[in-house]
């Protein structure tokens, strides 16, 4: 279900010459609930993020801006707000330098900055309310150079529900507003803008019945009548019948004559004994051939 966004924007509108001051300034003299805080003093070097003096829980921090070299550089203090719990709502005052100009800068833990401030002539800063989500770095610094003492009250509590969560200068950090719920927020500077983020739920939207279609009465197919297969006369020659075959006669297997070496002795003498009385046979024959015709050259030799 998608979810209609409504972005509302408050915004004060200056004449065009913006003045430098704050719409509600701090008397740098005047005495304020912020002095009961825990005292802390302010810790040098501290000129850059990478040094900002680490600050967990509401504190009353004392500094000086004093006059550095070379001059073209102005001393600048710095400060990491990061609380032991978090989100927790961050008021910030600020005061000091009587004689000239004192400054406030927000920057977000990737060191972009949110918001300045700006106070002169005895007239210092005021950060109303402003939500820590995880952490974020403030800036005391002098336009004028001025050096002197000064005062950063900070006071961290837990988020009011019924308040702006600043930042909320741009339509991507625009506070969440629900419906029928009240919401008081202040205008800190001149330039501030405060943007809230409506989500309206969609009204849905009534679906008209629909109108019943007549379903059409499907017209029968008339079914195609088979045709019959003639039929094929004989053929009136005759076949020939098939082969029949011929048993043959299994051949008789022929005992194969086994060896001497199978033989036990005495077996082998009588087949010794009978293969030479077989072999003698053809001998004697062609021995009385042999003799015949000896005998038949002597009578023709005699005659």
Known sequence: MKVRRLLLAAALCACSKAPTENPAPVDAGAAHP???????????????????????????????????????HPDEDWYKVQPATSPQQLRAELSGLPAGKIGL?????????????LGE??????????????ALYLRVFSPSASTGAYTLALQLTAPDPDAEAEPNDRPVDATTLPLDHPMHGTIGTPTDEDWYLVQLEPTATPTGTPTATATPTPTPTPTATPTATPTRDRDPRPRPRPATATATATPTPTATPRRDRDLDP??????????????????MRALSAWMGLVALGVACGRD
């Open 121 to 134: 002539n005895g007239q210092g800063c005021l950060l109303p309310s402003y939500r820590v989500k995880g």
């Open 105 to 117: 800068e927000v920057y977000d833990a990737d060191t972009n900055k949110l918001q300045s401030l």
């Open 34 to 72: 912020a002095d009961a805080l825990p005292a802390v003093t302010e810790k040098e070097p501290n000129d850059s993020p990478q040094q900002a003096q680490l600050v967990t829980a509401s504190a009353r921090i004392s500094g000086d801006l004093h006059a550095v070299q070379p001059a073209s």
């Open 266 to 283: 005495s077996q082998r003498k009588r087949t010794v004994a009978a293969l030479s009385a077989s072999a003698a046979v053809p001998f």
